[in-house]
């Protein structure tokens, strides 16, 4: 059984066999996929994905890279969505400074902010995208100590890790662990305990190896547990059984 916290299904990447890949995964021991919009489009299709197939949940949200639709009357949108019964999160929000042509910081800063507050409003977690922006994540997130979440495909060091689940946060672990490079986050997982982890994909993004180059699916996150399990020298069906009850604890699924 496999819960996938974070896929994109909705991304064009499926468009010309989506059902088919989400019936292949689903044989293949996916349980549960949370969908993670990215703009307002994504919004609207990962609420699509959720009523239409059992398997999947939804984040609603505006990531960084689309900062500037983020103005009041989405955000009302947003607002009204998150209220549907299979909206579980906000997200992927976060901070993104890797690429130039993003909006600028101010512009993802105070998006970020906006549905911080919101998803305090409506008492649900958050989905938090940091790509080298560790030091102003961290302070947001840290303006809003009642929001909880994870930090999804966690990138930060040890030190921040450690910030990150002092203050409520999960670490989102997806197939970069399984690249040859990932010196830093190995040390991570040692260092973190497993009940602060949860798996994820990003799919169709970030594919572990054996199959990286290719496009990403949920199945895969097989993967990343095989090697979070063989770093904690623990059973891969004693740590998946935990990374599931985090997956709900995150959620509030059953809550």
């Not at 019964?85 to 909006?103: F, H, M, Q, R, T």
Request: glycine share 6%; net charge negative; with cysteine.
């Amino acid at each position: 059984m496999i819960f996938d916290t974070h896929a994109h299904y909705d991304d064009d990447a499926f468009d010309e066999d989506r059902e088919e890949i989400i019936r292949e995964i689903t044989e293949n021991g996916v349980k549960n996929i949370l969908n993670c919009a990215a703009s307002m489009d994504g919004v609207y299709k990962s609420i699509e994905l959720a009523k239409k197939y059992d398997c999947f949940y939804a984040a609603v949200g505006i990531h960084p890279e689309h900062a500037d639709q983020l103005d009041k009357d989405n955000l009302e949108i947003i607002r009204n969505l998150a209220k549907e019964s299979k909206v579980l999160a906000i997200g992927e929000i976060g901070l993104d400074y890797y690429w130039e042509e993003n909006p600028p910081r101010e512009v993802q800063q105070k998006a970020l902010r906006d549905q911080m507050k919101l998803a305090e409003e409506l008492d649900l977690p958050v989905i938090i995208h940091d790509r080298e922006a560790h030091e102003d994540t961290l302070k947001i997130l840290k303006e809003f100590p009642r929001v909880k979440g994870v930090v999804h495909a966690y990138s930060g060091s040890v030190e921040m890790a450690r910030q990150c689940v002092k203050l409520g946060y999960y670490l989102g672990i997806g197939g970069v662990l399984t690249f040859k490079n990932a010196r830093k986050l190995v040390e991570v997982v040692e260092e973190i305990p497993l009940e602060h982890l949860v798996v994820e994909t990003d799919a169709p993004y970030m594919t572990p190896v054996p199959y990286r180059g290719e496009r990403n699916r949920s199945d895969y996150i097989s993967y990343v547990i095989k090697k979070i399990a063989e770093i904690k020298n623990i059973e891969e069906e004693t740590v998946n059984k935990r990374l599931i009850s985090n997956s709900y604890d995150l959620l509030k699924i059953g809550k």
